[in-house]
Nanobody, 126 residues
Framework: QVQLVESGGGLVQTGGSLRLSCAAS????????MGWFRQAPGKEREFVAT????????YYSDSVKGRFTISRDNANNTVYLQVNSLKPEDTAVYYC???????????????????WGQGTQVTVSS
């Protein structure tokens, strides 16, 4: 089993920044890619960003491109999401997810991921 633990969420003002972390652990964790999603109250879970463990290539949703940066630390099985220039509409619970199956395309659908963390709340005040 794989465990994902997010941290780093909080309350910030518009324009502020946070660094979210996701630590992966478990027996012989061997993933293909990691992703960040978010879910605001009353809305569906939304893709934010994804990164492949090998090579570190990344892909972002249009709504966060240029403001958010996903990165990974292979040695420590940790993925980060640096969130800058935050807006009130970024308020949501942010989840990290791990995908173990190869895909030729970018993994932007929640069903592409096999493991999920418990989420960390990000609240942006106006």
């Amino acid at each position: 089993q794989v465990q994902l633990v997010e941290s780093g969420g909080g309350l910030v003002q518009t324009g502020g920044s946070l660094r979210l972390s996701c630590a992966a652990s478990g027996r012989t964790f061997s993933g293909y890619a990691m992703g960040w999603f978010r879910q605001a109250p009353g809305k569906e879970r939304e893709f934010v960003a994804t990164i492949r463990w090998a090579g570190g290539s990344t892909y972002y949703s249009d709504s966060v491109k240029g403001r958010f940066t996903i990165s990974r630390d292979n040695a420590n099985n940790t993925v980060y999401l640096q969130v800058n220039s935050l807006k009130p509409e970024d308020t949501a619970v942010y989840y990290c997810a791990a995908a173990t199956r190869y895909s030729s395309g970018w993994l932007i659908a929640p069903e592409s991921y096999d493991y999920w963390g418990q989420g960390t709340q990000v609240t942006v005040s106006s």
